[in-house]
Each structure stands twice: as structure tokens, then as C-alpha cells.
């Protein structure tokens, strides 16, 4: 057992001590913190690395001593600090991780998200997700769940109709093109998009190929509330919490905004997409019947 989980393992097990303690079954602290019951046993078990903000949900739940939540706290924090790539995260694997972004959406009022290569997953539909998860799972070699991953990532957008939540999505048009599923898959989703436009408590917007762009679309980056940011690269998945940190990419959020194609202009710009699709289809037909 490395280092990295045996620390996992101990921080899980004072979790656990603090709630047989507290006289709680696993089920009723669930219930407490407004968690899925599977998350309390992933985390006690070493299955999935409890967050600064997970130990200090617990701790406040059992009753814990202000000393103790310290101490964990830290252990949370060491864990993380070794435990930020993307390969190490799936080994828990992919439903477990759809189940942590659950959780965190569950907190957050107000989302910003940039994504510049894969359309944003609270948008996509089930075939498109599980062609996005095929491809995560023989890149990072994750297990094999992906239609569990799927099934919470469909239940992750039922949020989308909380109108206490309010979501303001950015994507170049360039990903409205990208296949990374078939044609058919493609128009699907492209189809969804349509559909979330007309949500009151949604703003979808395309940057269109002819529009000047402030700055080159390196990454993608989610903006939760005003209190960190979420930057996924190849290898890592960087949480920012600095301040200035987080102006930049409210700054950077801004200026794609002013460059964006919104409401009718952004259904225009996905029609004019799906209009390609149908004559790459058409031109497809006569060799399928080959």
C-alpha cells in the first residue's frame, strides 16, 4: 500500500471513529450533511479523499472537538496536496468523481464556466457522455463504470432546473464541431443545446469562428460562486482560492462574454452547425449503402 493511500486510509478511519461516537449511522449523517449515503462509505473506506470542506462538514456534524478539526483538516489538506492528477482521482473511480462534483454543485449559487474542447458535462446528453467517458477511461485507465458514471452525471443536471441556481456557460463553436462522438450522437447534442437556451435560469453562449478573440483559448475553467476556481489540464485539476486568482479569470470569463453569441444569435450559430451535419450525413448515405 503506497504512502499517499495508507494516509488515506487513517484519516477514513477517525472519520468513521468520530461518527460511531457520535452515535450516527452512516445513513444519518448522510442525511446531516445532504449527501448521498455512498460518499460516507467511499470516504471511510479510503475510496475517495475527503476535502478540506468535507472533514469540516463532518466534524461540525458529530460534534467534534475544535483540536481535532484542526488536525483534520490538515490531514485533508496533506492528502490533496499529493493526491491533484487526474489518474490518481479516477482510481477511484468515475462515478466516484461524478459524485464529488455533485456534491460541490450542491453548494455553489452561481457557476461560470469556459470550456474550450468538450461540451460542459451539465449539458450533455447520455450518448455524448458515454463517448467521454470511454475516452477518460483508456486515458487514465479508470475503472470500468462508466454507465454508473453516466447515470449520476444525468442526475448532476437535474440542478439545471433549480431556478435558486443561476449558470452562465461559455463554448467556442469550434466544440459544437469537434467529433468526439458519432454524426447522429453529434446532432443529438447539439439538439440538447437548443433546448438549454430557453431555460430562464441559464445564459448559453458560442463564440463563432469569425469573432476577434480577446486571448487564445488555452484551457477551460469553472468559476463556483466567488470562492475558487476549478482549471482541469491533461494531468491535473487545479483549484485556485487566491483572490487575485479568481479576479483574472472573472476578467477572462468577461471578456468571452463580450465576444459571445447569446440567446437567438447562439441558437443561430448551432443551426447553422447542425445544417453542416445534415449535408455530411446526406453526403454519407450512398456509401453506407455501398
Not at 458515454?130 to 437535474?158: G, H, W
Not at 488555452?218 to 476556481?229: M, S, T
Amino acid at each position: 500500500m503506497s504512502g499517499f493511500q495508507q494516509a488515506r486510509v487513517e484519516l477514513g478511519a477517525q472519520l468513521r471513529q468520530l461518527r460511531e461516537t457520535a452515535g450516527l449511522s452512516g445513513k444519518e449523517l448522510a442525511e446531516r450533511l445532504r449527501w448521498q449515503p455512498s460518499k460516507i462509505s467511499r470516504i471511510e473506506n479510503a475510496r475517495q479523499t475527503a476535502t478540506e470542506d468535507d472533514v469540516t462538514m463532518w466534524a461540525r456534524a458529530v460534534q467534534a472537538a475544535p483540536e481535532v478539526v484542526d488536525e483534520l483538516i490538515e490531514q485533508a489538506n496533506g492528502l490533496l496536496e499529493r493526491q491533484d492528477s487526474w489518474r490518481q482521482r479516477h482510481r477511484s473511480g468515475l462515478a466516484a468523481l461524478q459524485e464529488d462534483i455533485r456534491d460541490l454543485e450542491a453548494r455553489t449559487t452561481t457557476f461560470r464556466v469556459f470550456e474550450p474542447g468538450v461540451v460542459i458535462g451539465l449539458l450533455q446528453t447520455t450518448e455524448y457522455a458515454r463517448s467521454i467517458f470511454t475516452r477518460i477511461k483508456r486515458l487514465y485507465n479508470a475503472p470500468d463504470e462508466i454507465d454508473a458514471a453516466i447515470r449520476v452525471r444525468m442526475q448532476r443536471q437535474e440542478i439545471l432546473y433549480d431556478q435558486s441556481k443561476r449558470f452562465r456557460f461559455i463554448l467556442p463553436e469550434a466544440v459544437l464541431r469537434y467529433r468526439l462522438a458519432p454524426l447522429d450522437v453529434m446532432r443529438g447534442q447539439l439538439d440538447r443545446l437548443l433546448a438549454v437556451t430557453a431555460l430562464p435560469n441559464v445564459e448559453f453562449g458560442v463564440v463563432p469562428f469569425e469573432a476577434p478573440l480577446p486571448s487564445a483559448l488555452l484551457n477551460g475553467f469553472w468559476i463556483y460562486d466567488q470562492d475558487h476556481v476549478a482549471v482541469p489540464t491533461r494531468t491535473r485539476d487545479l483549484i485556485l482560492r487566491d483572490p487575485e486568482d479568481i479576479a483574472f479569470y472573472e476578467r477572462t470569463f468577461d471578456e468571452f462574454c463580450e465576444i459571445a453569441a447569446f440567446r437567438e444569435d447562439a441558437r443561430l450559430v448551432i443551426m447553422r452547425v447542425l445544417d453542416d451535419f445534415a449535408r455530411q450525413s446526406a453526403n454519407q448515405s450512398p456509401q453506407l449503402l455501398d
